[in-house]
């Protein structure tokens, strides 16, 4: 990944001084605060720097020259420059924090979105059972993320939303968005020019991979996709759902179709080969190893690897959508 892709706050064509595009109701506010802050902050630097150099330059030691007299302190300067800076910080307060509550407190009639975060992966499930690796909402619509890690501290941000908020293990977090502007037409994905989605806390050794895509749809064309996106099975062949079920699963995160080593072994001409495990014995991968691996994985684990695969029930990953995975697998010669 190149590394100006993680940089999504520099200024673009698009956006202003400082940020990208911006496409939610929030990110007036919060690039109204921040130029706030920061015109403040060059203000007051360039005022304390040009001070300090024009006394440098007035009052340097020169021969001939000896120290004046001067006073200890100045009680109505002292005063001043404690009293102006903090009503400042008042300010500053209260605009951050009446932002910060409109960020927490969703409509009730927003949408809802479970985001489901772990090493290294997002998984997003819609009212109607649909699942996606990348975030699909329409536009205009207010939409409330409930957010959980299966597994470490993660944190999602969309830098066009100016939306971030932490996904903690063991509770459930929350916050909410409205979209402005589409990133497209139609529902197809393919004719979207997406957001970037992060995870802006490091949570491990592939953090920076942990990446996914936001598409804003038109209402008619995001309940076409959500639709679609419910019937997995139908229009797709199993090979077709099984890369679905990858990248949607978490599996590209720690298993590679090209050969890269990642933190499980690549899937690239690996069924039909012999893996050797960590206790010395190895096994041809065949549908029931694949099986066995999905339901059990730590029953047998490849050598020079740790067992950090977790488990995934049939409440999760069932019968039908193991053998679309294996048939995916196949297919990767």
């Known amino acids: 990944m190149n590394l100006l892709s993680n940089l999504p706050m520099l200024a673009d064509a698009d956006g202003g001084l400082f940020f990208g595009p911006a496409n939610s109701t929030f990110a007036p506010m919060v690039d109204d605060l921040f130029d706030l802050i920061y015109w403040i902050s060059a203000f007051f630097f360039v005022l304390i720097v040009g001070v300090m150099v024009y006394f440098v330059l007035k009052y340097y030691r020169r021969p001939g020259h000896g120290p004046q007299p001067s006073p200890t302190h100045n009680n109505t300067l002292e005063i001043a420059w404690s009293v102006l800076p903090s009503f400042l910080l008042v300010v500053f307060f209260v605009m951050g924090f009446t932002n910060y509550m409109s960020m927490r407190t969703p409509p009730d009639d927003a949408y809802e979105i479970h985001v489901q975060a772990k090493k290294w992966s997002w998984l997003f499930v819609y009212p109607n059972g649909a699942e996606s690796s990348d975030l699909h909402i329409p536009v205009g619509r207010p939409v409330r993320f409930i957010l ?7 944190n999602m941000f969309v830098p066009a939303f100016r939306t971030k908020m932490d996904c903690v293990p063991g509770r459930y977090n929350e916050i909410w968005v409205q979209a ?12 979207h020019k997406p957001h970037d989605l992060f ?4 949570c491990g050794r592939d953090h920076s991979n942990m ?8 209402t008619g064309d995001f ?20 890369e679905i079920l990858y990248k949607r699963k978490g ?6 179709i090209d050969g890269t080593k ?24 065949d ?8 339901r059990d994985p730590r029953a047998k684990v490849v050598a020079g690897y740790q067992p950090v695969m977790p488990v995934f029930p049939s409440s999760r990953l069932s019968d039908k959508d193991i053998t679309a995975i294996a048939e995916f697998i196949k297919s990767l010669k």
């Open 148 to 154: 959980e890690s299966e597994d470490v501290l993660h």
């Open 180 to 191: 402005v502007n589409t990133t497209g037409t139609g529902v197809n994905p393919d004719d």
């Open 199 to 202: 995870c802006a806390e490091y």
């Open 211 to 218: 990446h996914a895509f936001v598409y804003v749809y038109e």
């Open 223 to 242: 309940d076409a996709w959500l639709e679609k996106a419910s019937n997995l099975y139908e229009g797709n062949t199993m090979v077709q759902v099984g």
């Open 251 to 256: 599996c590209i995160s720690c298993h590679s």
């Open 262 to 285: 990642k933190a499980g072994p690549s899937f690239k001409d690996s069924f039909g080969t012999a893996h050797k495990f960590t206790d010395g014995t190895e096994a041809v991968m």
């Open 287 to 294: 549908e029931n190893y694949i099986r066995e691996s999905i």
